[in-house]
T-cell receptor, first 114, second 115 residues
Framework: DGGITQSPKYLFRKEGQNVTLSCEQN?????MYWYRQDPGQGLRLIYY???????QKGDIAEGYSVSREKKESFPLTVTSAQKNPTAFYLC?????????????FGPGTRLTVT | AQSVAQPEDQVNVAEGNPLTVKCTYS??????LFWYVQYPNRGLQFLLK??????LVKGSYGFEAEFNKSQTSFHLKKPSALVSDSALYFC?????????????FGTGTRLQVTL
């Protein structure tokens, strides 16, 4: 899990509430990503950011929002508009330097909404 | 659009036997291919990648993968399985764009190694 911190590890919320998941990295990587993992569906990309103050929607951005005010931080907000928010959320980073195209993942946050 | 298929939900192998976890892909242009492993309630760990060069790629923990362009496959292999290899394995593909590698993952294959 290296230099990527996700907090908290477990998060419980009531339906209708917004919730923000934290992702911090000390790897000095330019790009950061948010994925959602559901059983049997692999990982699906929610949002990604290549540089500070810029981000792009992934495949399943509806009901989510992000910000990238600092290189080290890429918080994800799960809004009440997300129909099925209960899932395991993974943050990842990658470096643009050299040929290091692989992504490095944080330990994840398991969100349960009831 | 890019896609990855992992045709087996689960692979069972006895300790000491060779293992193969299958992956096929579809992407425009040259593929960048990756294998990751996930242990329960943990993030994904990078195992190995193919960017260019030799078709046989060696990675962490004794794993290797063979890139086959004609069959659009990137199967993960290990000559001798260990019980500790039991985990969820993901194949991923990316057509590198800009500075971000936008990965598309397969649905994962659970590897079960038994004594």
């Amino acid at each position: 899990d290296g230099g990527i911190t996700q907090s908290p590890k477990y998060l419980f919320r009531k339906e209708g509430q917004n919730v923000t998941l934290s992702c911090e990295q000390n790897l000095n990587h330019d790009a950061m990503y948010w994925y959602r993992q559901d059983p049997g569906q692999g990982l699906r990309l929610i949002y990604y950011s290549q540089i500070v103050n810029d981000f792009q929607k992934g495949d399943i951005a509806e009901g989510y929002s992000v910000s990238r005010e600092k290189k080290e931080s890429f918080p994800l907000t799960v809004t009440s508009a997300q129909k099925n928010p209960t899932a395991f959320y993974l943050c990842a980073t990658s470096s643009s330097a050299g040929s290091s195209y692989e992504q490095y993942f944080g330990p994840g946050t398991r969100l349960t909404v009831t | 659009a890019q896609s990855v298929a992992q045709p087996e939900d689960q692979v069972n192998v006895a300790e000491g036997n060779p293992l193969t976890v299958k992956c096929t892909y579809s992407v425009s242009g040259n593929p960048y291919l990756f294998w990751y492993v996930q242990y329960p309630n943990r993030g994904l760990q990078f195992l190995l990648k193919y960017i260019t060069g030799d078709n046989l790629v060696k990675g962490s923990y004794g794993f290797e993968a063979e890139f086959n362009k004609s069959q659009t496959s990137f199967h993960l292999k290990k000559p001798s399985a260990l019980v500790s290899d039991s985990a969820l394995y993901f194949c991923a593909v990316s057509p590198l764009t800009g500075t971000a590698s936008k990965l598309t993952f397969g649905t994962g294959t659970r590897l079960q190694v038994t004594l």
